[in-house]
């Protein structure tokens, strides 16, 4: 899969993150880590999930909160981890 310098990179630190935290990440906490605008973090995030890199999952308001809008959060894919593996060598 071809993917430009910036497109690994970020792909690298997300899955890092991904792996200390053990779960899920908010693209405006990606954002907050890499020091990148919160739009930037969630474009790269919506085009890595376009080729397959990573998965979105919307999060429903618990029950007993107030109604608002879903939460979206990120998971790397199988594809992601074999990927960087790669690289890697």
Do not use: W
């Not at 405006?28 to 790269?44: E, L, N, Q, R």
């Not at 376009?50 to 109604?67: F, I, S, T």
Request: glycine share 8%; proline share 6%.
């Amino acid at each position: 899969m071809d993917l430009t310098g910036r497109q690994r990179e970020f792909l690298s630190s997300f899955l890092n993150m991904y792996r200390a935290s053990s779960g899920p990440l908010h693209y405006s906490d990606v954002a907050a880590h890499m020091g990148i605008s919160k739009i930037t973090a969630y474009d790269m995030l919506k085009l890595l999930e376009e080729r397959g890199l990573v998965r979105a999952e919307y999060l429903l308001p618990e029950r007993g909160q107030r109604p608002g809008r879903s939460t979206i959060v990120f998971h790397p894919t199988p594809e992601a981890r074999a990927l960087v593996a790669e690289l890697a060598g």
